[in-house]
C-alpha cells in the first residue's frame, strides 16, 4: 500500500470517529432517550466496510478512555465502558465483529439486502447482548435471566434501531455513487 493511500485511510478512519461521536452526542428526547450511535455504527458498517468501522470504533473508545467527551451525553472515561451502560460500546465492536463475519462468509452477496438485513439483526443482536450482560452486572440481585433483561431493557430500543439500521442503509445507497468510502 502506497503511503498516500495509508494516509487517506487513516484520515477516513479518523473521520469515521467523529461521526460516531457526532451521533452519540445527539440524543431524541423520548421516554428513554435514544442517541444516533446504532446509526452511525450500521452506517458505518454498509459505507466503509466492517474493518475500517472497527478501526474508527477502536479510535472513538481510545479517545473516551483517555478523557474526551465523545460518548453519549458527553461522557468520558473508563468508568463509562465499566458503567451500566458500558457493555452497550462494546457492543458495537460485537456488531462489527458479527458483520466482519458476515461479510467474509457472504462475499459480494452482502449488499444483497435480505443477507445486509439479517447480518445487521444478528449485529444488534450481539450489541445488545453485550449491553444486557453490562447491565446485569449492576443488577445482581435481580432474578430476571439473560432473555428477561434483555427484553425488558431493549424493547424501548428495538424499533427505533431496527428504523436506524434502514436509515442508515438507505443514506449508504444515496451516498455510495458520490463519495468514496
Known sequence: MKKADKIRNITRIALYSVLLVICSWISVPFAVPITLQTFAVFFLLYFAGAKKTLAALTLYTI?????????????????????????????????????VAAESIFKENINNPCVKYIASFLALFAC??????????????????????????????????????????????????????
Open 128 to 181: 445488545y447482548s453485550l449491553g444486557v450482560l453490562g447491565i446485569m452486572r449492576y443488577a445482581s440481585g435481580s432474578e430476571l435471566g439473560f432473555f428477561a433483561t434483555l427484553g425488558t431493557t431493549t424493547a424501548a430500543y428495538l424499533l427505533p434501531d431496527i428504523a436506524k439500521i434502514i436509515c442508515a442503509d438507505i443514506l449508504n445507497r444515496c451516498l455510495r455513487n458520490h463519495i468514496k468510502a
Open 63 to 99: 479517545l473516551g478512555i483517555i478523557g474526551l467527551p465523545v460518548f453519549s451525553g458527553f461522557g468520558n472515561g473508563l468508568s463509562v465502558l465499566l458503567g451500566t451502560t458500558g457493555g452497550y460500546v462494546l457492543g458495537f465492536f460485537a456488531a462489527g465483529a458479527v458483520y
